[in-house]
């Protein structure tokens, strides 16, 4: 059973097209995240949901757009892509955010999904 | 900006040996983690060391934290082919988000 699950795992598409990746975890979890990988294999927050509340939104262009159903779900829906939006795009979950105190804040990745903009 | 820096980028070893990783961070941590990446996979979750703690042991990883000079070391002893990925360390701060260094790319030769 996968824990943390993402569709679709490759992706290639056209500048200009708009495309979603979806998420979901089986863990229970009240917090879920999008992180974005590069080529150098860096690692960025992009956003953190809380319960349905978005809790983090770091400096991300206006054309990504998170969406969350329920705490289950995180999807990432992208408008008007362009070729620096070419990455790895993980989704993971935690137990809570990170507010210190019995949340020792351990992540569970998903497996990643490869977007590639020509 | 980016947290946490390991050092080296690139390690590459003989099975059996020991592979040393190190991760320096700038700002005041709660925990620091430690994780690994296989190429094309998600990261998985190896140990976490808090910041009143100094060492800690899982199996064959010892992971060591000076908050004083800001940096962890993460020790893989006895080392095995399957070890070969990339290591990551992640701080968790005031922040309230768990921050990634740019990793440790291990090679393990059979």
């Known amino acids: 059973d996968t824990a943390v699950s993402q569709t679709p795992k490759y992706l290639v598409t056209q500048m200009g097209n708009d495309k979603s990746i979806k998420c979901e975890q089986n863990?229970?979890?009240?917090?879920m995240y999008w992180y974005k990988q590069d080529s150098k294999k860096f690692l960025k927050i992009m956003f953190s949901?809380?319960?349905?509340?978005?809790?983090i939104n770091e400096t991300v262009p206006n054309r990504f757009s998170p969406k969350s159903p329920d705490k289950a779900h995180l999807n990432l829906h992208i408008n008007s892509l362009e070729l620096g939006d070419s990455a790895v795009y993980f989704c993971?979950?935690?137990?809570?955010?990170?507010?210190?105190?019995?949340?020792?804040?351990?992540?569970?990745f998903g497996e990643g999904s490869r977007l590639t903009v020509l | 900006s980016q947290q946490g820096e390991e050092d080296p980028q690139a390690l590459s070893i003989q099975e059996g040996e020991n592979a040393t990783m190190n991760c320096s961070y700038k700002?005041?941590?709660?925990?620091l983690q430690w994780y690994r990446q296989n190429s094309g996979r998600g990261l998985v979750h190896l140990i976490l060391?808090?910041?009143?703690?100094r060492e800690k042991h899982s199996g064959r990883l010892r992971v060591t934290l000076d908050t004083s000079k800001k940096s962890s070391s993460l020790l893989i002893t006895a080392s095995r082919a399957a070890d070969t990925a990339s290591y990551f360390c992640?701080?968790?701060?005031?922040?309230?988000?768990?921050?990634f260094g740019s990793g440790t790319q291990l090679t393990v030769l059979p």
């Open positions: 993971a979950s935690s137990q809570g955010p990170f507010l210190g105190g019995a949340n020792t804040g351990e992540l569970f």
């Open positions: 863990l229970g979890h009240d917090t």
């Open positions: 949901y809380n319960n349905k509340e978005l809790i």
């Open positions: 700002t005041s941590i709660n925990n």
């Open positions: 060391i808090r910041s009143n703690e």
């Open positions: 992640a701080t968790s701060g005031s922040a309230r988000q768990l921050t």
